[in-house]
Nanobody, 117 residues
Framework: QVQLVESGGGLVQPGGSLRLSCAAS????????MSWYRQAPGKERELVAI????????NYADSVKGRFTISRDNVKNTVYLQMNSLKPEDTAVYYC??????????WGQGTQVTVSA
């Protein structure tokens, strides 16, 4: 079955960096676009970044443009989110998500990112 396992979250000071990873299994990873979402306490889940199946095209929420970079390794079946210049407002649970496989998109379990001094 499809599995997505995020890792790399943690506590970081403002201005710091983290790299999130999402290891995928149970489907042909290289055939599907992937995305990162986040959900802060009391807020709706929002799209952060998206990448096509080949990695040739990416797109970002305005709030993270220039600071975050999404990438993927289709040999390791992993998608990454490099987060630089982190701000307290980036604090959230971060989730990776597949594009629809047949009719269903799959989510990981999430990883907590906390940006605080």
């Amino acid at each position: 079955q499809v599995q997505l396992v995020e890792s790399g979250g943690g506590l970081v000071q403002p201005g710091g960096s983290l790299r999130l990873s999402c290891a995928a299994s149970g489907f042909t990873f290289r055939n599907y676009g992937m995305s990162w979402y986040r959900q802060a306490p009391g807020k709706e889940r929002e799209l952060v970044a998206i990448i096509t199946s080949t990695g040739g095209s990416t797109n970002y929420a305005d709030s993270v443009k220039g600071r975050f970079t999404i990438s993927r390794d289709n040999v390791k079946n992993t998608v990454y989110l490099q987060m630089n210049s982190l701000k307290p407002e980036d604090t959230a649970v971060y989730y990776c998500k597949t594009a629809k496989i047949l009719t269903v998109a799959y989510w990981g379990q999430g990883t907590q990112v906390t940006v605080s001094a």
